[in-house]
C-alpha cells in the first residue's frame, strides 16, 4: 500500500500544501492498481492531477463535509460531466456522509435530479459497516467534531504480503471510536490542528500533537504521521507533543510526498518518504 499526500494543510490551503486530500494505492491479485481518494479538500482537485489522471480515481471517501475535506469535488464533479472528449468510465463511487450530494449540488445552484449523479455514485457511510472496494476494505467511525456526521476512515489493503492498515482521523477531537479506527494500523494519519497551550479552551474540535500522540499510543499504532496542521502552528512543536505521549514513529506529513506503507508481513518496516517530482 501506498500513502501519496496531495494536500496537508489544515482548515484551508496554505502556501504550499493544498487543504486534507491523500491518495491510497494498493494493487489487487491480478496485479492492476487501484487508487482511492481521501478527502479532496480546497485546492487538491489542481494539485492531484499532477500525480493521477482523475479517470483513474477508483473511489472517493469522504471524511466530513467541511471545505477544507470536500470542496473540491465539487469541481471534479465538471471535470467528469464537462470533458469534450469524454469521461472514459462511469461515476465515481462516492462514500461519504449523508447530505454530500446536495452540499456538493449547492454551489453550482442545480437539483439533485439528475443533479451530481452522472459524476459520482453516492453513497451514505453507515457507522462501522464494511465496503469493498478492489483490493480494499473500508470501515467509517463516528467521531466527535461539530459538524453532522464527522467519521475517521479505516483502510485495509489486503496485499500479497497480507493486510496493511491505514486509519485517517478525518477531523476530531479524542474519543473512543478514534481510538477503535486507529487500533493497530501501520500508519494512523492523524490531525493535529491545534496547539497545548494555545487552544487549551477548546474542545470537541480538533487533537493537538499531545492528544494525537496519546490517541495513536492507546489504539497500538504501530506509525504515526500528522496532518492537517494550518498555516499558524509550528510543525517542531506538534512533533514535539506527539513524541511525549508516542514512544513510536512519529513523521510530518508532507505534500506531494509518497509514502511506501510496509504490512506486518514485510521484512524491511522503514518509510522512506519519496517527493514526487513537480513540474514547473
Ligand atoms: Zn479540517
Ligand atoms: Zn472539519
Do not use: K
Not at 100 to 126: C, R
Not at 139 to 159: K, L, M, N, S, T
Amino acid at each position: 500500500m501506498e500513502l501519496t499526500v496531495i494536500g496537508c494543510s489544515g482548515s484551508f490551503a496554505g502556501p504550499h500544501s493544498p487543504a486534507s486530500c491523500y491518495v491510497v494505492s494498493g494493487d489487487d491479485a491480478e496485479g492492476r492498481t487501484w487508487r482511492l481518494v481521501l478527502d479532496m479538500g480546497s485546492g487538491a482537485l489542481g494539485s492531484i492531477q499532477r500525480h493521477l489522471p482523475l479517470p483513474a480515481i477508483d473511489g472517493i471517501l469522504v471524511s466530513h463535509l467541511h471545505p477544507d475535506h470536500c470542496i473540491d469535488l465539487a469541481g471534479l464533479h465538471i471535470a467528469v460531466r464537462w470533458d469534450p472528449r469524454g469521461w472514459p468510465r462511469g461515476p465515481i463511487p462516492m462514500y461519504s456522509p449523508a447530505g454530500s450530494h446536495a452540499y456538493l449540488a449547492h454551489p453550482h445552484g442545480i437539483g439533485l435530479d439528475p443533479g451530481l449523479t452522472g459524476s459520482f455514485e453516492f453513497h451514505d457511510w453507515q457507522e462501522r459497516e464494511a465496503v469493498e472496494i478492489g483490493p480494499f476494505t473500508v470501515e467509517a467511525f463516528r467521531v466527535v467534531h461539530p459538524v453532522p456526521d464527522p467519521y475517521a476512515i479505516r483502510v485495509v489493503h489486503h496485499g500479497p504480503a497480507g493486510d496493511t492498515v491505514l486509519a485517517y482521523s478525518g477531523d476530531s477531537d479524542a474519543c473512543d471510536a478514534l481510538v477503535e479506527a486507529a487500533r493497530d494500523a501501520d500508519v494512523f494519519l492523524c490531525e493535529a490542528a491545534y496547539m497545548e497551550g494555545r487552544d487549551d479552551a477548546l474542545r470537541g474540535i480538533h487533537l493537538t500533537g499531545l492528544r494525537a500522540g496519546e490517541v495513536a499510543s492507546r489504539a497500538g499504532a504501530r506509525r504515526l504521521m500528522l496532518t492537517h496542521l494550518p498555516i499558524w502552528n509550528d510543525p517542531v512543536q506538534a512533533e514535539e507533543e506527539a513524541r511525549r505521549a508516542y514512544p513510536g514513529p512519529v513523521l510530518m506529513a508532507q505534500a506531494d510526498h509518497r509514502y511506501p506503507i510496509p504490512g506486518a508481513g514485510e521484512p524491511d518496516r522503514t518509510i522512506t518518504p519519496a517527493r514526487v517530482r513537480v513540474d514547473p
